[in-house]
Every structure is written in structure tokens, then in C-alpha cells.
């Protein structure tokens, strides 16, 4: 069991992770319309990343017997500044992500219930991870500038990556 106030954050944290998968496709989008491959497939497989974040807290929910409601999901932005604009969203949407976990955890405990504060614990590894990540990235590219060869470079290396269990990649 959960309660009402648990089952509202974590329908609200499911749909954020939706709008999340939204917003990274719409990035896919916008290096797809520019024939850069490589970084088309690291948000889409980060869009996909996101759905099975929504899956996992989709099914935590039923499993504690509590339930989903679908709800409109808001439009992402459609189009981006610049490579270096599209993954200092992704920073910054992250960011605003974890806070929301954060949030979670606090009212897991605050609740005394220990299940969904385990339960989050998967999803807080998951946020180091992807904030860092995405750093990583943005260094690059601050460093490439207007190096077209050395952005190809990272196209090609950003081609490699694929959807691991779970979001476990
Ligand atoms: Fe589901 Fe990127 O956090």
C-alpha cells in the first residue's frame, strides 16, 4: 500500500519521465533534420531510456496496489538553438528531474515508507549518472567549437551507443 499523497507524486514523477522521452525524441528530431546521426541516436536511445523509467514506477505503483492515471503530457520545444543548446537542456532538465526524485525520497521517509524509498534508491544512482554524462558531453563540445572534424569524431562514437536492460546503461 501507498499513499494517496505517495501514489499523486509518484503519477506525477511517471509523467514527467514521459515528457522526458518526449523531449529527448524531439531532440533526436531536430539532429535527425541535420544528418547527424550519432548524436540522433543518443537521443533516441535516451528517449527510450525514459519510457523504461516511466515503465518501472508505472509498474511500482500497481505493485504496492496503487494506479497510474494517464494525463496530457505538455509539447516539448520543437526546435533548438545549437548542438551545445540541445544537451544544455538536457543538463538543466536533469537536474530539474533529480530535484524531483529528491523530493520523493523526502516524502518516502518523512511517510515512514521504507518500500518506495527503496524502490527510489535505483533512481537516484540513475541521476548521478545521467547528470554526469551529459557534463561529459557538454565539455566536448565546448572544447570541439567549430572543429567539424573532431564533431564528426563524436557523431561516430555517439552512433555506438545502445539501449542497455532497464535503463541500466
Ligand atoms: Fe528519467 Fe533522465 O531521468
Not at 548542438?83 to 544544455?88: A, G, H, M, S, V
Request: aromatic share 12%; net charge negative.
Amino acid at each position: 500500500m501507498i499513499s494517496d499523497k505517495m501514489q499523486q507524486m509518484l503519477n506525477e514523477q511517471y509523467n514527467k519521465e514521459v515528457y522526458s522521452a518526449h523531449l529527448y525524441l524531439s531532440m533526436c528530431s531536430y539532429f535527425m533534420d541535420r544528418d547527424l546521426d550519432g548524436f540522433a541516436n543518443y537521443f533516441r536511445v535516451q528517449s527510450q531510456e525514459e519510457l523504461q523509467h516511466a515503465d518501472k514506477q508505472f509498474d511500482y505503483v500497481h505493485d504496492v496496489d496503487g494506479k497510474i492515471t494517464i494525463l496530457p503530457v505538455e509539447a516539448p520545444p520543437a526546435e533548438f538553438e545549437s548542438i551545445i543548446d540541445c544537451f544544455e537542456q538536457t543538463l538543466a532538465h536533469e537536474q530539474y528531474v533529480t530535484k524531483s526524485i529528491y523530493a520523493l525520497v523526502k516524502q518516502a521517509l518523512e511517510e515512514g515508507d521504507f518500500a518506495t524509498h527503496t524502490f527510489l534508491q535505483w533512481f537516484i544512482t540513475e541521476q548521478v549518472e545521467e547528470e554526469a554524462t551529459v557534463k561529459n558531453l557538454l565539455s566536448k563540445l565546448k572544447m570541439i567549437g567549430d572543429n567539424t572534424s573532431a564533431l564528426y569524431l563524436l557523431n561516430d562514437e555517439l552512433l555506438q551507443r545502445q539501449l542497455g536492460a532497464e535503463g541500466a546503461e
